[in-house]
């Protein structure tokens, strides 16, 4: 699988949008970004995914470079709940859709 | 709740002691995975079940532990002769399997092992 490569960690204010992103330089053409955040001692949470196109949900948008080797998490209005550690991750279906989680980025929103 | 849900969510053992734990997936979702996390580290694949079938396991599973899902819907995960090493939460998470589309996991609130 390819690896993602993610700041450490990042803060950002509270009301404002949080970008968060992601390196998966070596991605394979069958390989979606997957985001998960995950809140301390929780197990982690779904928020996007994507192949190719941009994608919006109700948490979060997706933008993804036409080379695919880069992406970049929008939180369009963040709130203190959406201080955890987010993961980006690159997954092949064919093998199984088994995630590879990396270190993440600790994302602190301050008032 | 129709969520991801693990049972114990906290479990406390001597070192060589067996332990046990249970997931059950989300209703009709054809796979589920097992996950190890361990302190200020992201979690790291273990297991996958389709169906009934223990489809692929991780170098990181070793002989002390087995998984089953003997009829396709919640799933265990056994540890023999715990060590201190195994201390870390287990993660489970279901996705529905749908072809050429890819399947989004899931995941429960975990189990949290601490080993004495």
């Known amino acids: 699988d390819a690896k993602t490569t993610q700041p450490t960690s990042m803060d950002c204010a509270e009301g404002r949008a949080a970008n968060l992103p992601c390196n998966h330089s070596t991605i394979s053409g069958n390989e979606y970004v997957y985001w998960y955040r995950q809140i301390h001692s929780q197990g982690p949470q779904y928020i996007i995914h994507g192949l190719k196109n941009n994608e919006t949900n109700e948490m979060a948008s997706l933008i993804i470079t036409e080379d695919r080797k880069s992406s970049t998490l929008i939180l369009p209005h963040a709130t203190l709940r959406d201080t955890a550690v987010y993961y980006c991750i690159v997954s092949i279906k064919a093998a199984g859709n088994k995630l590879t989680f990396g270190g993440g980025t600790r994302v602190l929103v301050k008032p | 709740d129709t969520g991801v849900s693990q049972d114990p969510r906290h479990k406390i053992t001597k070192r060589g002691q067996n332990v046990t734990f249970r997931c059950d997936p989300i209703?009709?979702?054809?796979?589920l995975y097992w996950y190890r996390q361990t302190l200020g580290q992201g979690p790291e694949f273990l297991t996958y079940?389709?169906?009934?079938?223990?489809?692929?396991k991780s170098r990181l599973l070793s002989d002390r532990f087995s998984a089953e899902r003997p009829k396709g819907s919640f799933s265990t995960l056994e540890i023999q002769r715990t060590e201190q090493g195994d201390s870390a939460m287990y993660l489970c998470a279901s996705s529905l399997e749908r072809g050429a589309f890819a399947d989004t996991q899931y995941f429960g609130p975990g189990t949290r092992l601490t080993v004495l």
């Open positions: 079940f389709q169906n009934e079938a223990q489809l692929e």
């Open positions: 209703s009709e979702h054809n796979r």
